[in-house]
């Protein structure tokens, strides 16, 4: 079992940053990728942004250029800058690991989730 552990959500006004992290627990060492979703009210969890343990980032389009996704092996944490954000980028953030090949912006792709962090970004 993995266990993981978001932070560092929060509320924060247009064009503001925030950075969120992830902390990975339990038996981590099969894990291949990391990955960070969205579910905003009444719509489906989104993925954000994934990276491989060996480092290969993939983002989704709608954050190209805003958010950067970076990893500490050593740490076994995993974090989202978040820079440059926009009310609809509102929504709570999940931390989820342990994905399918091909799958990696995928909900379905994972095997673990985190409880989420709410992040509020106000006009």
């Known amino acids: 079992q993995v266990q993981l552990v978001e932070s560092g959500g929060g509320s924060v006004q247009a064009g503001g940053s925030l950075r969120l992290s992830c902390a990975a627990s339990?038996?981590?060492?099969?894990?291949?990728?990391m990955g960070w979703f969205r579910q905003a009210p009444g719509k489906e969890r989104e993925g954000v942004a994934a990276?491989?343990?060996?480092?290969?980032?993939l983002y989704a389009e709608f954050v190209q250029g805003r958010f950067t996704i970076s990893q500490d092996n050593a740490k076994n944490t995993v974090s989202l800058q978040m820079n440059s954000l926009k009310p609809e980028d509102t929504a709570v953030y999940y931390c989820?690991?342990?994905?399918?090949?091909?799958?990696?912006?995928?909900?379905?792709?994972?095997?673990?989730w985190g409880q989420g962090t709410q992040v509020t970004v106000s006009s």
């Open positions: 989820a690991a342990d994905c399918r090949a091909g799958w990696v912006l995928e909900p379905a792709g994972y095997n673990y």
């Open positions: 339990g038996y981590i060492y099969s894990m291949n990728c």
């Open positions: 990276i491989y343990t060996g480092g290969s980032r």
